[in-house]
């Protein structure tokens, strides 16, 4: 409220003196705000990945699994929307397949799954809460981190007794949805 006071009521200052009031009104309404500068900036919108552990997409994981045998995840596009109200949709295009010993891996149809659920953002870190779906047990809460237009989420993906921590960067993109 202070700084639009400020905007409104001409000023006789010096320049100088104009601009470091209204610092120390910008930063009054950051203390105001108990320093969430994310209240300032929207994170409704469409969010694409760009990189998975760090590698550009189409990017691919092998997961051990068992006597030789590995498990590959080629993960060809994935789309996060922010809806207002607090609501996400998350939506995959991939390539799975289990690779025997000694064999290569073979062409397979591209599989699509979607996630949707709620989300919460405070001081940059979001977290989201997929909503169970029916014949599957609780889904694991997603936690990333907001730096601008980048979204970066890290999680743990398992196959078996395989543990691997996984890296999505994702970027707002407002050509989707």
Do not use: C
């Amino acid at each position: 409220m202070a700084a639009y006071l400020v905007l409104l009521i001409p000023s006789r200052l010096p320049p100088a003196r104009e601009t470091r009031l209204l610092k120390i009104a910008a930063l009054g309404l950051l203390v105001l705000h108990g320093g969430h500068t994310a209240l300032l900036l929207p994170i409704e919108g469409s969010y694409v990945a760009r990189t998975l552990n760090g590698r550009a997409l189409p990017a691919e994981l092998r997961l051990p699994a068992t006597a030789g045998d590995f498990r590959l995840f080629r993960l060809e596009q994935g789309i996060l929307r922010l809806s207002a109200g607090g609501r996400f949709t998350l939506y995959f295009r991939y390539y799975h397949q289990l690779v025997r010993r000694g064999t290569r891996p073979i062409a397979t149809p591209v599989l699509s799954e979607s996630e949707a659920g709620t989300y919460t953002f405070r001081n940059n870190q979001l977290m989201m809460v997929p909503a169970k779906k029916r014949g599957t047990g609780s889904r694991p809460t997603i936690a990333a981190t907001i730096s601008g237009e980048e979204i970066r989420a890290s999680y743990l993906l398992q196959n078996g007794s395989t543990q691997e921590r996984v890296t999505l960067v994702l970027r707002r993109d407002a050509s989707y949805w």
